[in-house]
């Protein structure tokens, strides 16, 4: 592998760069995200036993406009759900606003500072409908750039891998052309293998963990999805994990399928090849990433 240092060109400095603005998002997301629920549990924490995710879209309705218990009984059902239905909400109706009304009598949140309370809040929202903007203008454009790449259509027909994983491997790896075999982006990932010893000690065999952390983590990030979604590799780790000869350990299964997925996209990409879910499982025996 090229070890120079790699300046990506054209569409591939436009990904890189529109892939970190996506995690620098992402990371504040969770940040104000943190904030709203710490927000919730202090002052209403009943509120997410009416509603298991306050950033549906009526959940954000009432925290928008009634947020507090006491605004909320101010409120009543028959306007709550008024309200609701001038955003054509239909996933929630009368019910679901007695059940509001009904813990916000029976709250337990603090009832000190409420006025400041809800300006907080409010700055919180705000921060968090600014952030969700600007991670739609950003993926928009992830996606425009990412369909003049050949290979990416046929990467994302593959069930389990969705536009994030597929954007982010492209954005750390660059130009697939520069990589002549799937091993040096293995490398490049730090998921080759190299022992722990020194002198006369042997230790235990680990994957190096060098070089691009983020491509690491976006492999990782992907198995779940793919194992659970995706028949192939799903029945590849099972294999890995269950056969009667030096079963792998779940750990060890996924670094090897994070392996494989690095190969088929590398096929896809550089050879312009079709996805073979029948010859990835037809070489799944051939792998001896571990020793016996």
């Given at each position: 592998?090229?070890?120079?240092?790699?300046?990506?060109?054209?569409?591939?400095?436009?990904?890189?760069?529109?892939?970190?603005?996506?995690?620098?998002?992402?990371?504040?997301?969770?940040?104000?995200?943190?904030?709203?629920?710490?927000?919730?549990?202090?002052?209403?924490?009943?509120?997410?036993?009416?509603?298991?995710?306050?950033?549906?879209?009526?959940?954000?309705?009432?925290?928008?406009?009634?947020?507090?218990?006491?605004?909320?009984?101010?409120?009543?059902?028959?306007?709550?759900?008024?309200?609701?239905?001038?955003?054509?909400?239909?996933?929630?109706?009368?019910?679901?606003?007695?059940?509001?009304?009904?813990?916000?009598?029976?709250?337990?949140?603090?009832?000190?500072?409420?006025?400041?309370?809800?300006?907080?809040?409010?700055?919180?929202?705000?921060?968090?409908?600014?952030?969700?903007?600007?991670?739609?203008?950003?993926?928009?454009?992830?996606?425009?750039?990412?369909?003049?790449?050949?290979?990416?259509?046929?990467?994302?027909?593959?069930?389990?891998?969705?536009?994030?994983?597929?954007?982010?491997?492209?954005?750390?790896?660059?130009?697939?052309?520069?990589?002549?075999?799937?091993?040096?982006?293995?490398?490049?990932?730090?998921?080759?293998?190299?022992?722990?010893?020194?002198?006369?000690?042997?230790?235990?065999?680990?994957?190096?963990?060098?070089?691009?952390?983020?491509?690491?983590?976006?492999?990782?990030?992907?198995?779940?999805?793919?194992?659970?979604?995706?028949?192939?590799?799903?029945?590849?780790?099972?294999?890995?994990?269950?056969?009667?000869?030096?079963p792998f350990k779940k750990i060890q299964s996924l670094i090897l399928l994070c392996c494989k997925l690095i190969r088929v996209m590398h096929a896809i990409l550089a050879k312009k090849v079709h996805y073979?879910?029948?010859?990835?499982?037809?070489?799944?025996?051939?792998?001896?990433?571990?020793?016996?």
């Amino acid at each position: 592998m090229v070890m120079e240092p790699y300046i990506p060109e054209g569409v591939y400095a436009e990904l890189r760069i529109g892939m970190n603005s996506r995690w620098q998002l992402v990371k504040n997301l969770d940040s104000i995200k943190d904030q709203i629920n710490r927000w919730l549990r202090i002052y209403f924490p009943e509120f997410l036993r009416v509603f298991a995710d306050w950033e549906g879209i009526a959940a954000l309705v009432v925290l928008h406009e009634f947020s507090t218990p006491d605004q909320v009984k101010q409120k009543g059902v028959d306007e709550i759900v008024k309200r609701w239905k001038q955003d054509k909400i239909r996933a929630v109706g009368r019910k679901r606003a007695e059940r509001l009304v009904e813990a916000a009598k029976i709250s337990t949140g603090i009832t000190e500072g409420l006025v400041a309370a809800d300006i907080e809040l409010k700055i919180l929202l705000d921060d968090y409908d600014q952030k969700m903007q600007q991670y739609q203008t950003v993926m928009e454009l992830v996606e425009k750039l990412m369909m003049e790449i050949p290979g990416v259509s046929e990467i994302l027909n593959i069930k389990g891998i969705g536009l994030v994983t597929a954007s982010g491997f492209i954005a750390e790896v660059g130009d697939i052309s520069r990589f002549s075999h799937p091993k040096q982006i293995q490398k490049f990932a730090g998921l080759n293998l190299r022992e722990n010893s020194s002198g006369k000690y042997k230790g235990k065999t680990k994957i190096s963990k060098r070089v691009r952390k983020r491509l690491r983590a976006i492999l990782f990030r992907a198995m779940m999805p793919l194992v659970s979604k995706n028949k192939e590799f799903r029945a590849i780790h099972k294999y890995y994990t269950t056969r009667q000869n030096n079963p792998f350990k779940k750990i060890q299964s996924l670094i090897l399928l994070c392996c494989k997925l690095i190969r088929v996209m590398h096929a896809i990409l550089a050879k312009k090849v079709h996805y073979e879910p029948e010859k990835l499982l037809l070489d799944m025996k051939k792998d001896e990433f571990f020793a016996a």
